[in-house]
């Protein structure tokens, strides 16, 4: 039996919460809003995931330090924007050596840090893995069939992580490509805007399967520049995530694009969502790290000029049929003629 934290108590937080307690776990729950822990305390319920009933064993605070206190693993599942401030407060209560699974997805605006790496610059002296794949809380929750990967530096804090994580109903692959996991898990929510946007205008499975293979190419040229590894998009965290994202109404990316192309701005769509939508936080970064690494992004540049700029979603989609004319893939070379 491992002690874990898991800091943060939304949707992803919780399901992983459950699905470590069933697995046999000591878990602590901590939340920054003492009015999060006491409705968790005395209903035992998250109003996000209506069907789950929490154990009376799972204890739950707002002392962050009681969470991180002697625990085997911490869990950091707040929301991309406050994986920083969060990390920076967690410093001064963190062991050397203390293994930190994020499971959040994003990239920081303001400096196009991954989050692990946010993690590992404001906690130096903690060992930062990553844990993604295309895996809804609401389904996990409920206790339906799951595979993520777990991305370490050693293959041995991989392996610890594979097993505490994995169950019957949850499967865990093992990885050292961090950077990789992290940007195909950032990058997808950008492209889900995009099919969501698709589905708002009307459209239907063949303008989905396009924003789906031409969204994976653009995140794997992106990610491969960053030194991610190709199979490492080819697997759960890539293709498997975004399809995922891109063809479920779990996704909150999708349902805000959706919103989004019947007419809704940017702003009412996320309020309409009520939750957070990490491909608007992450949108912006994913073009700027495109110019950065002079990898073309035309799918995300698109998303970016409809949320911020005002441009209307009918013409985006215009303007991706239109673009020039191009090989699908340039690394495949014609043959030599005889």
């Known amino acids: 039996m491992a002690k874990i934290g898991i800091i943060g108590s939304g949707s992803w937080g919780i399901a992983l919460a459950s699905l ?52 085997d ?11 920083r401030e969060t990390a920076a407060k967690m410093r001064s209560f963190c062991r050397k050596g203390q293994i930190i699974v994020n499971v959040a997805k994003g990239i920081e605006e303001s400096t196009l840090m991954t989050l692990s790496d946010i993690l590992t610059e404001e906690i130096p002296q903690a060992e ?7 895996s809804h809380a609401e389904e996990v929750s ?18 610890y992580i594979q097993n505490v994580f994995m169950s019957p109903e949850f499967r865990v692959y093992v990885s050292p490509d961090i950077q990789g996991i992290e940007i195909g898990g950032a990058l997808k929510n950008v492209v889900a805007l995009a099919a969501g946007i698709a589905d708002g205008l009307g459209y239907g499975d063949n303008t989905k399967a396009a924003l789906i ?20 998009f080819c697997g759960l965290s890539g293709i498997g995530d975004l399809i995922v994202t891109c063809a479920s109404m779990h996704s909150r990316n999708r349902r805000a694009g959706i919103l989004i192309g019947k007419g809704y701005s940017m702003k009412e769509a996320m309020d309409e969502v009520q939750m957070v939508v990490e491909g608007v936080y992450s949108a912006k970064a994913g073009c700027a790290l495109g110019k950065k690494y002079q990898v073309p992004m035309p799918i995300i540049e698109q998303v970016n000029q409809v949320l911020f700029e005002g441009k209307a979603a009918q013409d985006a989609v215009e303007e991706l049929m239109l673009r020039d004319k191009t090989m699908e893939n340039q690394a495949i070379p014609w043959p030599d003629r005889i």
């Open 128 to 134: 930062v893995a990553v844990l993604s794949g295309p």
């Open 73 to 83: 693993m911490l869990v950091t599942a707040v929301p991309s924007v406050y994986v």
């Open 20 to 71: 470590l307690h069933n697995n046999g776990h000591h878990v602590t729950v901590w939340s920054a809003l003492e009015s999060e822990i006491d409705s968790l305390k005395k209903t035992r319920k998250l109003k996000t995931l209506p069907d789950l009933i929490l154990p009376d064993s799972m204890e739950f605070t707002a002392d962050l330090e009681q969470a991180m206190d002697g625990r």
């Open 213 to 232: 293979t031409r969204g994976i190419y653009e995140i794997a040229r992106l990610g491969i520049a960053m030194g991610g590894r190709f199979e490492t």
């Open 142 to 159: 409920r206790g339906l069939p799951t595979t993520c990967v777990a991305g370490a530096s050693k293959k041995e804090t991989a392996e």
